[in-house]
C-alpha cells in the first residue's frame, strides 16, 4: 500500500525564490485522515503509541504492516516528517540479514580494506557472524590491545533510552576491557570547549530563557546564523515543538509594532521570513569582525553598560585595548569591519545602536561555531552581550540553543527518566570526535587540545553502531582513505548506509517501530514521559541493539553482566520504577507502570515560575552567591588559563583571526563561492534520506544546492538545471534553486546527503547524490577545541553538460547467498 505524498516537489520550489516562508508544515496534516484502502474504503487497524526523534506519533497497523505514523493529538506542529516513517521501515535500503564482505569472510583481516565499498556481501546466519564478531575482537585485543578498538557511534541513532546503540555497544566494549572513545558533539564541538572558559558552564545545553519571558520583554531579537523554524521540527529526545507556538505568538506582537527583528545570516532563513526580519547578510565565517566592528561603537560612544562590565566581567581593559587598536594597531572601527564582512560600515553603526537602545535578545546557532577558529564568534557573542548589559535581564542578553530541542521550552515539574548506563571504560584513552579520520590516518601524533596533549592511538577495529560516520565527517576522500586502514569494521544499523557498504561485518538492527523502549518528550520541557509500544514484529532477520549485544557479550564470557539478567520489558520497568520513587519524594503522582504503558503516556505540569525564568538572573541578582564556574567566578572576557596555553590560533579574548579560507582570503580567486552546510528542512542528517521525502526537496534526483541570482546568470545556469560543485577536495553534483534568499558568492548545500560516488572503484570519484561533506575540511578549528569547520569552505559551480548519472546511494550491495 502506498502512503500519500501531500506536497509535491513543484510546488516547494516552483519559482526558485519561493522556498517556504510559513510554518514548514504540511497545511494538511491537520486535516489529515487515513489513506484510503483499495476500494476506497477507510483503512483500519490497530494504533500504537510510541515516540521519535520527530516527536510523539501514533502508528497505525493492518494486517501486521505499519502503514501510517500521525501526530500525537497534543502536537499542535508536528512534523511533516512524520508522513514517511512507514516507508522508512520498508525501505529497500534495509539491512535484511548478518552480512559480511567476501574476501573478509575468505582471509579474515589479511583481506585488507581495499575492498571496502566495493565488494559484495555474502550472506551468513546470526551464530557464524555473532561468532566471527567475538572471535576478532579477542583476536584484536590480544594482538593490540584495547585501546587499539574504537566504538565511534556519536551520531543521533535512535530514540529510546534503553535502545541507544551508542550506549549499549560502549556498555559491552567495556566489560570487555575498555575502548579508546571520544568526546564531545560535533554539532558544537567548538561551544562546548570555549564556553566554560568564558561562563564555567556548558551552557549549549542549559534552559534558555523561557518563550514567554522573550514574548512579554523582549523589543529587539536578533537572530544571528539561526533558524528556529527549521531545525526545531527535530529533538535528541522526542520534539515537542513549543517553539512553533512561540514564534507564533512573538509574530503577532511584532505584527503589533511592539518588537522587531534582524537576522543576521548570509542566507534568508525561514524565520526571518515568517517573522519579516530585517536581512542582514555578511561573509560568511565574519561574525567576529562584524561584532567587533558594534563592540567598538558601543566603547567609542559611551553606549557601553560600564556597571555591568565592571561587577560581572574580568579582562575587559585588554579588550578595550584591541578594540581601539592600542594593542596591536588596528582600531575595529566599523570601517574595519565593513571591508572585512562586506557590510556598509553604517548598517554595522546601526545594528550597535539599536541594540543598545532597546532590551535585545543575541540569539546565536551553532552554525558560527563550525568554521575555522570557531571557538572566537561565541567568546565575542558573550563579549558584546557583556558590553550591552543586558545578561540576565527579562528578555536581554544572549541564547544559542532555540533553534536546537525546542529550547526556551518552559521546564514541567517532572522527575526524571534514567536509561541504560554505558558503564565504565577501564581505558583512558580518549579524543575529540571531529579528529576520527586524523586518528586513524596519523597513530601515534601528538596533538594539542584545550591545555593538553593527546596521542592518537593505533586503532585495528571499529564497532560502529547507530551512526553514518561516512556521511557524517568532514572531507569524505580522506575519510575513506582512512576507513581501508582499521584490520576489522563491524557496523550495526537497520540500513545500508555508505558505512555500512565500507565495512567488513554488517549486522541487521531493528528500527525505532520494532520495539518497546521509553523517552521523555521534550528535552527542555521534559512536559512527556512516553511508552515507546512496539508498532510491529521485527522485519526480515534484524535483531534490537540490546540483543545483538547479548550475543556477543555471551561468546565474550559476560552475558549476564552485560544484561543483569534483564529483558527488554525488565530493563523498561525497571527505569520507571526508578522514576516512581523519584516522583513520589517530589510528591508528584504518577500511574503504576501497567497502566502508564497501557495509556501510552504521563504528563507533567509548568509551573508559572517555569514560564517566568530568565537566564543568569542569579548571577546578575548576586554574584557573590551565585558564581559562574570559571575562576573569577565571573563572565571570562579575558581568560588567563587560555592565556598559558600560548596558542598561536585561539588568543586569550575574543579575536578576528582570518579563516584558513574564505572570500577574502587568494584561495576565492580559484574557489570564489563560499560554501555552507546548515541542516536539512525535511531530514535528521541523513535519516529519512531513503524514503520517498525526497520527492518534496531533491532536483533531478540530487541534493538542492541555493545559488544566488546574479552567481547563476555569470555561470549560465538556471533554476533545474543540475550542477557540479567541486574543489580540490572532490566534486559532487546538486541540483540548482536559483533565489534571492542567499548572498552573492555564497551557495548552501544542505548536510545528510547520502554518499553516491560515480565509480566506487576508484578513491575520489564524483559523488552523483551531492554530499557536501566531499567539499568540505577536515581540519581543527584551533588547538584549543580541534572542532570541525564545516563551514568554511570554498568552491566553484559549473552547470554540469553530460548525461546524468544514474542515483544509486540507497540500492543495497551485491550480496550472495553461498561463499564464492
Keep these: 500500500m502506498n502512503v500519500r505524498r501531500p506536497l509535491s516537489r513543484r510546488a516547494l520550489i516552483a519559482g526558485g525564490a519561493a522556498l517556504g516562508g510559513g510554518l514548514l508544515l504540511h497545511p494538511d496534516l491537520a486535516r489529515a485522515v487515513l489513506p484510503a484502502a483499495p476500494g476506497g474504503n477507510p483503512l483500519i487497524g490497530t494504533t500504537t503509541p510510541t515516540a521519535t526523534h520527530w516527536g510523539m506519533v501514533e502508528a497505525t497497523v493492518q494486517g501486521g504492516r505499519f502503514v501510517r505514523a500521525a501526530p500525537f493529538s497534543g502536537d499542535a506542529h508536528p512534523t511533516a516528517m512524520i508522513e514517511a516513517f512507514a516507508d522508512s521501515v520498508y525501505a529497500k535500503s534495509r539491512v535484511q540479514y548478518p552480512s559480511v564482505r567476501k574476501s573478509f569472510l575468505k582471509s579474515g583481516a589479511a583481506a585488507?580494506?581495499?575492498?571496502?565499498?566495493?565488494?559484495?556481501?555474502?550472506?551468513?546466519?546470526?551464530?557464524?557472524?555473532?561468532?566471527?564478531?567475538?572471535?576478532?575482537?579477542?583476536?584484536?585485543?590480544?594482538?593490540?590491545?584495547?585501546?587499539?578498538?574504537?566504538?565511534?557511534?556519536?551520531?543521533?541513532?535512535?530514540?529510546?533510552?534503553?535502545?541507544?546503540?551508542?550506549?549499549?555497544?560502549?556498555?559491552?566494549?567495556?566489560?570487555?576491557?575498555?575502548?579508546?572513545?571520544?568526546?564531545?558533539?560535533?554539532?558544537?564541538?567548538?561551544?562546548?570547549?570555549?564556553?566554560?572558559?568564558i561562563l564555567g558552564d556548558l551552557e549549549v545545553y542549559d534552559q534558555q530563557t523561557a518563550w514567554p519571558v522573550i514574548q512579554e520583554h523582549t523589543e529587539l531579537l536578533v537572530l544571528w546564523g539561526v533558524d528556529p523554524l527549521k531545525d526545531n521540527q527535530i529533538g535528541t529526545h522526542p520534539a515537542d515543538h513549543y517553539a512553533y507556538g512561540a514564534i507564533e505568538r512573538?509574530?503577532?506582537?511584532?505584527?503589533?509594532?511592539?518588537?522587531?527583528?534582524?537576522?543576521?545570516?548570509?542566507?534568508?532563513?525561514?524565520?526571518?521570513?515568517?517573522?519579516?526580519?530585517?536581512?542582514?547578510?555578511?561573509?560568511?565565517?565574519?561574525?567576529?569582525?562584524?561584532?567587533?566592528?558594534?563592540?567598538?561603537?558601543?566603547?567609542?560612544?559611551?553606549?557601553?553598560?560600564?556597571?555591568?562590565?565592571?561587577?560581572?566581567?574580568?579582562?575587559?581593559?585588554?579588550?578595550?585595548?584591541?578594540?581601539?587598536?592600542?594593542?596591536?594597531?588596528?582600531?575595529?572601527?566599523?570601517?574595519?569591519?565593513?571591508?572585512?564582512?562586506?557590510?556598509?560600515?553604517?548598517?554595522?553603526?546601526?545594528?550597535?545602536?539599536?541594540?543598545?537602545?532597546?532590551?535585545?535578545?543575541?540569539?546565536?546557532?551553532?552554525?558560527?561555531?563550525?568554521?575555522?577558529?570557531?571557538?572566537?564568534?561565541?567568546?565575542?557573542?558573550?563579549?558584546?552581550?557583556?558590553?550591552?548589559?543586558?545578561?540576565?535581564?527579562?528578555?536581554?542578553?544572549?541564547?544559542?540553543?532555540?533553534?536546537?530541542?525546542?529550547?526556551?521550552?518552559?521546564?514541567?515539574?517532572?522527575?526524571?527518566?534514567?536509561?541504560?548506563?554505558?558503564?565504565?571504560?577501564?581505558?583512558?584513552?580518549?579524543?575529540?570526535?571531529?579528529?576520527?579520520?586524523?586518528?586513524?590516518?596519523?597513530?601515534?601524533?601528538?596533538?594539542?587540545?584545550?591545555?593538553?596533549?593527546?596521542?592518537y592511538p593505533d586503532v585495528h577495529l571499529i564497532y560502529w553502531a547507530g551512526g553514518n560516520p561516512l556521511t557524517h565527517l568532514w572531507q569524505t576522500n580522506k575519510v575513506v582513505e582512512a576507513w581501508r586502514r582499521p584490520e576489522t569494521i563491524i557496523v550495526q544499523d537497520p540500513f545500508w548506509t555508505a558505512t555500512a557498504k565500507f565495512a567488513d561485518i554488517v549486522l541487521p538492527a531493528t528500527t525505532t517501530f520494532e520495539r518497546n523502549d521509553i523517552e521523555v518528550c521534550g528535552a527542555y520541557s521534559h512536559e512527556y514521559i512516553v511508552a515507546m509500544r512496539k508498532v510491529i514484529e521485527p522485519l526480515f532477520e534484524s535483531r534490537n541493539d540490546i540483543d545483538i549485544l547479548t550475543g556477543v557479550a555471551k561468546r565474550l564470557g559476560f552475558e549476564h553482566a552485560f544484561t543483569e539478567g534483564k529483558s527488554e520489558m525488565d530493563w523498561i520497568r525497571s527505569f520507571y520504577a526508578t522514576t516512581l520513587k523519584q516522583a513520589a519524594g517530589m510528591k508528584i503522582e504518577m500511574p503504576a507502570f501497567d497502566a502508564f504503558w497501557e495509556q501510552g503516556r504521563v504528563a507533567f505540569p509548568v509551573p508559572e515560575a517555569a514560564k517566568g525564568y530568565t537566564s543568569h538572573a542569579d548571577f546578575r541578582e548576586n554574584p557573590a552567591l551565585h558564581p559562574l564556574g570559571t575562576p573569577s567566578g565571573r563572565i571570562e572576557l579575558y581568560s588567563k588559563i587560555i592565556e598559558g596555553y600560548h596558542y598561536?590560533?585561539?588568543?586569550?579574548?575574543?579575536?578576528?583571526?582570518?579563516?584558513?579560507?574564505?572570500?577574502?582570503?587568494?584561495?576565492?580567486?580559484?574557489?570564489?563561492?563560499?560554501?555552507?552546510?546548515?541542516?536539512?528542512?525535511?531530514?535528521?542528517?541523513?535519516?529519512?534520506?531513503?524514503?520517498?521525502?525526497?520527492?518534496?526537496?531533491?532536483?533531478?534526483?540530487?541534493?538542492?544546492?541555493?545559488?544566488?541570482?546574479?552567481?547563476?546568470?555569470?555561470?549560465?545556469?538556471?533554476?533545474?538545471?543540475?550542477?557540479?560543485?567541486f574543489n580540490e577536495r572532490g566534486e559532487v553534483l546538486a541540483g540548482a534553486l536559483v533565489t534571492d534568499r542567499v548572498r552573492r558568492g555564497v551557495v548552501v548545500l544542505h548536510e545528510g546527503a547520502w554518499y553516491d560516488p560515480e565509480v566506487p572503484e576508484r578513491d575520489g570519484s564524483l559523488c552523483k547524490h551531492g554530499l557536501v561533506n566531499v567539499l568540505t575540511l577536515d581540519k581543527g578549528s584551533s588547538q584549543l577545541a580541534q572542532a570541525n569547520i564545516a563551514n568554511t569552505t570554498l568552491v566553484e559551480v559549473k552547470k554540469y553538460e553530460q548525461a546524468l548519472p544514474p542515483v544509486t546511494a540507497f540500492d543495497p550491495p551485491a550480496i550472495s547467498n553461498r561463499r564464492a
Excluded at 579563516?659 to 576565492?668: K, M, N, Y
Excluded at 541555493?706 to 550542477?723: C, K, P
Aim: proline share 6%; hydrophobic share 40%.
Design 250 to 455: 512573538f509574530r503577532e506582537k511584532v505584527r503589533a509594532g511592539r518588537a522587531r527583528v534582524i537576522a543576521i545570516d548570509p542566507r534568508r532563513t525561514d524565520t526571518a521570513v515568517y517573522l519579516g526580519a530585517q536581512w542582514v547578510a555578511p561573509r560568511p565565517n565574519t561574525d567576529t569582525a562584524l561584532m567587533l566592528g558594534m563592540a567598538h561603537v558601543l566603547y567609542d560612544e559611551g553606549r557601553y553598560d560600564k556597571q555591568f562590565i565592571e561587577k560581572y566581567t574580568v579582562g575587559f581593559d585588554r579588550i578595550a585595548a584591541y578594540l581601539t587598536g592600542k594593542s596591536d594597531g588596528v582600531p575595529k572601527s566599523p570601517a574595519w569591519a565593513a571591508a572585512v564582512t562586506g557590510l556598509d560600515a553604517n548598517v554595522i553603526r546601526d545594528l550597535a545602536r539599536r541594540m543598545a537602545q532597546s532590551r535585545s535578545m543575541l540569539m546565536s546557532g551553532y552554525a558560527v561555531q563550525r568554521a575555522d577558529h570557531g571557538e572566537q564568534p561565541y567568546w565575542m557573542l558573550v563579549t558584546l552581550a557583556s558590553l550591552l548589559g543586558q545578561i540576565g535581564l527579562p528578555g536581554g542578553g544572549f541564547g544559542v540553543s532555540y533553534h536546537y530541542d525546542n529550547g526556551g521550552s518552559p521546564t514541567a515539574a517532572a522527575p526524571d527518566v534514567a536509561g541504560i548506563s554505558a558503564g565504565e571504560n577501564p581505558v583512558k584513552s580518549v579524543l575529540p570526535f571531529e579528529r576520527v579520520a586524523e586518528m586513524l590516518l596519523h597513530p601515534g601524533q601528538h596533538v594539542a587540545y584545550n591545555g593538553t596533549i593527546i596521542t
Design 112 to 197: 585488507g580494506g581495499e575492498g571496502r565499498g566495493r565488494e559484495e556481501f555474502v550472506r551468513v546466519g546470526w551464530d557464524e557472524a555473532l561468532d566471527l564478531v567475538a572471535g576478532e575482537l579477542k583476536r584484536v585485543r590480544a594482538a593490540h590491545g584495547n585501546a587499539s578498538i574504537f566504538p565511534g557511534s556519536a551520531d543521533w541513532q535512535s530514540a529510546g533510552l534503553l535502545h541507544s546503540a551508542s550506549a549499549l555497544v560502549r556498555r559491552m566494549l567495556g566489560l570487555f576491557g575498555g575502548f579508546t572513545d571520544c568526546t564531545g558533539d560535533p554539532s558544537i564541538a567548538a561551544a562546548m570547549v570555549i564556553l566554560p572558559h
Design 648 to 725: 598561536d590560533d585561539c588568543p586569550p579574548h575574543a579575536t578576528w583571526l582570518e579563516p584558513v579560507e574564505w572570500l577574502g582570503s587568494a584561495r576565492a580567486k580559484q574557489y570564489p563561492l563560499h560554501l555552507l552546510s546548515p541542516h536539512p528542512r525535511y531530514r535528521l542528517h541523513s535519516q529519512l534520506g531513503n524514503t520517498w521525502i525526497r520527492e518534496w526537496y531533491e532536483v533531478n534526483e540530487r541534493e538542492p544546492m541555493w545559488l544566488n541570482v546574479d552567481d547563476a546568470r555569470e555561470r549560465g545556469i538556471a533554476n533545474g538545471d543540475v550542477v557540479r560543485v
